[in-house]
């Protein structure tokens, strides 16, 4: 079967290469702009006890308490209801970034309330203002354990391009789909995606290891 | 007016009354010492000063003829510096850039005129070698004294000490009181929360005594060591004599 799924990636590679693309590009965009909502919701709901606060921690749960495929679905289906017209490629970045916004909003919470209370204070004392304690004081001592768990993140949201085959995306596992359905042979069809899974995913883990040990230097130096 | 004024000063915890009729002043170049048992309003009553410990439920503090509560915030924090009991130097920044970063994006200095402030800080602390070093890598009294470096750069009107010996092994206690009492001498104003009765009977203009949230005893160190009026004052000096002489 190994042989099977062999030759298989060799006679439909074009298919394959272009799903693995596709779900890099995704996950990739989706990382990025997770990165942007996860640091504004994280820090808005770092600072904010109020309605804006609130209104961030109800889209938080929301997003933990539902499956991703729902939200999927959801964004592929609302989004025209509300007279918005995306290609399927998009809406799956898009689901991807609402569904890891929240996430990366979780740890960058979590990194800056980590933070010792008198870094805070003392930043206040010294007339530093909101914008200013979080970008110059706060942020930057949160970086080095945030940045690891959101570039673990990345793995994740690999993984979950497979959920953008729902809406048709041809990403690796829609690939497999095709190529299976194709040629009848599923299993070893399914075996490739896989095995493009584990290569991928090994190696961004490879990387946000030794980026992990190399912080972990720098703060060690630091500290 | 005094130079600062606290009129009876009243703070809650939600239910819990911290602050009760608190009414301390002191003119410019004073330098307030205020002591009193653990959990007595001691922090409380300065870092109200600072807006760092909520609004005030009662009474007025006023600053150079203005009124603390009606003050820009940017304007307090500038004017009135703080150091506290755990130093809080930004562990992400040399000391140099400690001392820099608040003076560049407060005061708007250039970054060649705020290290050069710095450094002219540092030296007079006798730090100015460990300028690019972090601060974990200083002991207690070392970050303490840069701290205060950093609160210093900003040529505040007034500082604010939070206990700033008491994290201090003992060794380290005497580095950091000796800048004070250069900052005492140089005319600075202070108040300082401290246990250090030595520091209190030399510099002190006045020592005030403060127990669950008032203020027991005020009086000049002269009269506050030799005739204590209130009988817990007297209980709180044999106390914190007796285990400093010990
Ligand atoms: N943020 C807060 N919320 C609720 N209660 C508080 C808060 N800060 C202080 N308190 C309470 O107010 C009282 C006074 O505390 P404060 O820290 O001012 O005492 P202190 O005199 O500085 O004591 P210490 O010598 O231990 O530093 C204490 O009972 C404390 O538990
Ligand atoms: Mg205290």
Request: aromatic residues 8%.
């Amino acid at each position: 079967m190994l042989s099977d799924a062999y030759d298989l990636f060799w006679q439909y590679q074009d298919t394959y290469l272009a799903g693995v693309r596709n779900a890099l590009t995704a996950a990739g965009l989706g990382l990025v702009l997770a990165l942007m909502v996860g640091l504004l919701v994280g820090m808005v709901r770092f600072t904010s006890r109020g309605r804006l606060g609130k209104a961030m921690a109800v889209y938080v749960s929301l997003v933990r308490n539902t499956p991703l495929l729902v939200q999927v679905y959801f964004i592929y289906f609302g989004l025209p209801a509300l007279g918005l017209t995306l290609s399927a490629f998009w809406t799956g970045v898009l689901a991807l970034t609402f569904n890891s916004g929240a996430y990366i909003s979780e740890m960058v919470r979590g990194g800056l309330n980590a933070i010792p209370k008198g870094q805070t204070e003392a930043a206040l004392a010294l007339g530093l203002n909101q914008r200013l304690l979080l970008a110059k004081v706060l942020l930057p001592q949160a970086a080095p354990t945030v940045l690891p768990a959101v570039t673990g993140q990345f793995v994740q949201l690999i993984k979950d391009t497979s959920l953008l085959y729902t809406i048709a995306v041809l990403e690796i596992t829609k690939a497999a789909d095709d190529v299976g359905n194709e040629t009848y042979q599923f299993l070893p069809a399914y075996l490739v995606s896989c095995v493009l899974y584990i290569g991928i995913c090994v190696v961004l883990n490879l990387l946000v290891d030794l980026y992990e040990s190399r912080a972990g230097f720098s703060k060690h130096k630091r500290a | 007016m005094a130079y600062f004024e606290a009129r009876n000063v009243n703070l809650h915890f939600s239910s819990f009354h911290a602050l009760r009729d608190v009414s301390l002043s002191l003119e410019k170049s004073d330098v307030l010492v205020i002591c009193g048992p653990s959990g007595s309003g001691k922090s409380t009553f300065i870092r109200a000063i600072n807006r760092l410990a909520g609004p005030l439920s009662g009474g007025a503090m006023s600053f150079d003829g203005a009124d603390l509560a009606r003050m820009p915030a940017r304007d307090l924090h500038r004017r009135i510096g703080m150091v506290f009991q755990r130093f809080n130097l930004f562990q992400h920044l040399t000391v140099l850039d400690n001392i820099a970063l608040p003076q560049r994006r407060v005061l708007g200095r250039s970054k060649a005129e705020a290290r050069a402030r710095a450094m002219a800080l540092l030296e007079r602390v006798g730090l100015a070698e460990k300028a690019s070093v972090y601060p974990v890598q200083l002991s207690g009294g070392q970050q303490q004294r840069v701290a205060i470096c950093r609160a210093l750069a900003m040529d505040p009107a007034m500082l604010l000490f939070d206990e700033p010996t008491s994290a201090l092994d003992p060794e380290m206690v005497g580095e950091v009181l000796q800048v004070m009492r250069e900052l005492a001498a140089s005319g600075m104003t202070m108040i300082v929360v401290t246990h250090e009765m030595g520091f209190a009977r030399e510099l002190a203009s006045e020592i005030a005594f403060l127990e669950s949230g008032q203020v027991v005893e005020k009086a000049p160190p002269g009269e506050f060591f030799a005739h204590p009026r209130e009988e817990r004052t007297r209980l709180f000096l044999s106390q914190i004599l007796h285990h400093q002489a010990g």
